[in-house]
Structures are given as C-alpha cells and as structure tokens.
C-alpha cells in the first residue's frame, strides 16, 4: 500500500499554488479541482469521483495517524482538522475561500512531515508508475472504445467491453490521487469479470477489439511491473487471445 499523506500533500499543494496569491473569493471551485485532477471542467461526475477519493485520502491518512501513539498528538490532529475543514464545503458553483481559510504552508509542510513519518513507521511501499505511459494507454483506451462502439459485435459483448476498458481508463485518470494501488484494483477486478464472462470472451476471440482489450491488460501490467505475466495468469485460455 502506498502512502495517503503523500498523495494527499501533493494534491492539496498544487490546488494551493493555484490559489496562492489571489482572493479565495475570486477563484472557482469548480475551475481549481478540474486542474488539479486534469479533468474537463464540464464532467461533474467525474469531479465528485474524483474529490470523493480526494476525501477518502483524508480518512486515511487520519486513521494511521490516530492509529499510533507517536503520531496522535494534538498538533498533527489539529493539522487534520484544518485540511477537513478545508475541503467541508464542497459548492461547484462557489469559490475557494473555504480552502484558503484552513489550508496555509504550515499545514501543507506538517502534512509532509507526517507523511515522512509514517512511512518511517508504517513501512509503505511507494511505487511509482511512468505518468507518460499513463496518458499513452488512456489515449489507447479511448482509441479502441471508438473502435468497438463501430464494430459489430453483439451489444452484449460490447457492454462487457466497455464496462472493463472504461474500469482500467478511470483507474489511470485517478492514479495521481490512488496511486498505483487503484491500478492495481482494476487489474484485478477486469480479470475477474473476463473469467466470469470467458464463454462470451472465447467465442469472439479472433476480433481485433477483443485482443485489443487483452494487449490493454498486457500493458497495464507491464506499467505496474507486478513481476506476473498476464499471459500466466489468465491460464491458457485467455492467453491464445494475446498476441
């Protein structure tokens, strides 16, 4: 697992830096958060998912630390209860001002510290993922989800997909705030719906979108570099589907 005072200190340093300087009151909510996740202004869903991760971040980070007696003091609590205040009220159609009340670089520079020391006590494992790889495969996804929406597959497998393309997409658009662990996540659970929907899969498994999805799979793997070959771990079923 990696770190969440990291993330999380990344993520609310940049919305900071983008506030530095000006009135709270003249900068948009709505326009701040689109920046710093790089997603489209317009795409509210994706701004909550995105900003409900953001807190889950927060939760986190505030368990490890009330977790241990050597972090759960008073002051680094009192630095957690400003960055919650911070983001308490959430209004796409309001401004910063909330943000700029509670977040400050004292509370951003204890954040980084906290960070250092919990990964002194709790042992995370960091791992980094090559973000020009990212937004290669997301423009690869995208590419082929262009693909399968033209081609004649029946609908049914076109669901299944999409569901598992548009999985694997939002999991590399969120892996500045998950990390490589979302990933992960969606590695897993794109595996799992590909075993359960295998007899669908099979009978389809010279199209071009098919092998697309499974080189997708061989590529997000090799991103994480998890050390297991897809290939292997899909069994020779799904493996004949991989060039």
Request: net charge negative; hydrophobic share 40%; aromatic share 8%.
């Amino acid at each position: 697992m990696e770190n969440p005072a990291y993330k999380l200190h990344a993520i609310l340093n940049d919305a900071y830096s983008r506030c530095s300087g000006v009135s709270g009151g003249n900068i948009k909510f709505k326009t701040t958060w689109s920046k710093v996740f790089e997603i489209d202004e317009q795409d509210t869903s994706a701004l909550l998912n995105s900003i409900n991760t953001l807190l889950n971040l927060v939760i986190k980070t505030k368990e490890f630390i009330q977790n241990n007696a050597i972090l759960n003091d008073e002051l680094n609590n009192k630095f957690i209860r400003n960055i919650e205040h911070s983001l308490s009220e959430l209004n796409f159609e309001g401004n910063m001002i909330s943000f700029k009340n509670y977040i400050n670089s004292e509370t951003l520079t204890a954040l980084n510290y906290i960070a250092k020391h919990m990964d002194l006590i709790y042992k995370f494992e960091n791992q980094n993922v090559n973000e020009e790889d990212v937004k290669n495969l997301i423009k690869e996804i995208d590419e082929l989800i262009e693909s399968i929406t033209q081609s004649s597959l029946q609908e049914e497998v076109k669901l299944l997909l999409f569901k598992n393309l548009n999985t694997i997409r939002e999991s590399l658009f969120t892996y500045n705030i998950n990390g490589a662990e979302g990933i992960k996540t969606a590695l897993e659970q794109t595996i799992g719906s590909l075993f359960i929907n295998n007899k669908s899969i099979v009978q389809v498994s010279n199209d071009e979108n098919v092998k697309g999805l499974f080189n997708i799979i061989d590529k997000l793997n090799s991103i994480l570099s998890t050390g297991v070959a897809i290939k292997d771990l899909l069994g020779p079923v799904f493996s004949l589907l991989i060039k």
